[in-house]
C-alpha cells in the first residue's frame, strides 16, 4: 500500500490562496494517477483534479479556472494551487493515488489523511 502525506491546508480570506502538496511513499502502478478530493460534512467525496504520470490532467467544472494540478515526478508529489478561494471551498480535502485509468474511473486505491481548508469571508 501506498502512503500518502498531505500538507498546504490551512485558513485563508476569501480570494486568497493555497498550495496543497501530497507525497507518495514510492512510485507503483498504483500511484499512475493521483487526484485531490474533497468532502464537506454529510456530502460525498467530490474528485476536483487529477493527473496520471505522463502529465493529463482533468479538473472538475466547478474549481476550473481556479485550482491547477501539477506534478513533480522525481518526487512523487503532486501538487493543488487553489486560487481565488471563496467559502464554498471550505472542505478537508484528501489525496488520493490509483492506476493509470483511475483519472477517469475515479476508482483510486490508496489514500492520505486529509488537510482542512477554511476559507473565511
Known amino acids: 500500500q501506498v502512503q500518502l502525506q498531505e500538507s498546504g491546508g490551512g485558513s485563508v480570506q476569501s480570494g486568497g490562496s493555497l498550495r496543497l502538496s501530497c507525497a507518495a511513499s514510492?512510485?507503483?502502478?498504483?500511484?499512475?494517477?493521483m487526484a485531490w478530493f474533497r468532502q464537506v460534512p454529510g456530502k460525498g467525496r467530490e474528485q476536483i483534479a487529477a493527473i496520471d504520470r505522463d502529465g493529463t490532467t482533468s479538473v472538475a467544472d466547478s474549481v476550473q479556472g481556479r485550482f491547477t494540478i501539477s506534478q513533480d515526478t522525481a518526487k512523487n508529489t503532486v501538487y493543488l494551487e487553489m486560487n481565488n478561494l471563496n467559502v464554498e471551498d471550505t472542505a478537508m480535502y484528501y489525496c488520493?493515488?490509483?492506476?493509470?485509468?483511475?483519472?477517469?474511473?475515479?476508482?483510486?486505491?490508496?489514500w492520505g489523511q486529509g488537510v482542512q481548508v477554511t476559507v473565511s469571508s
Open positions: 488520493a493515488a490509483g492506476s493509470r485509468s483511475a483519472i477517469w474511473t475515479g476508482n483510486f486505491r490508496d
Open positions: 514510492l512510485y507503483t502502478g498504483y500511484t499512475a494517477s
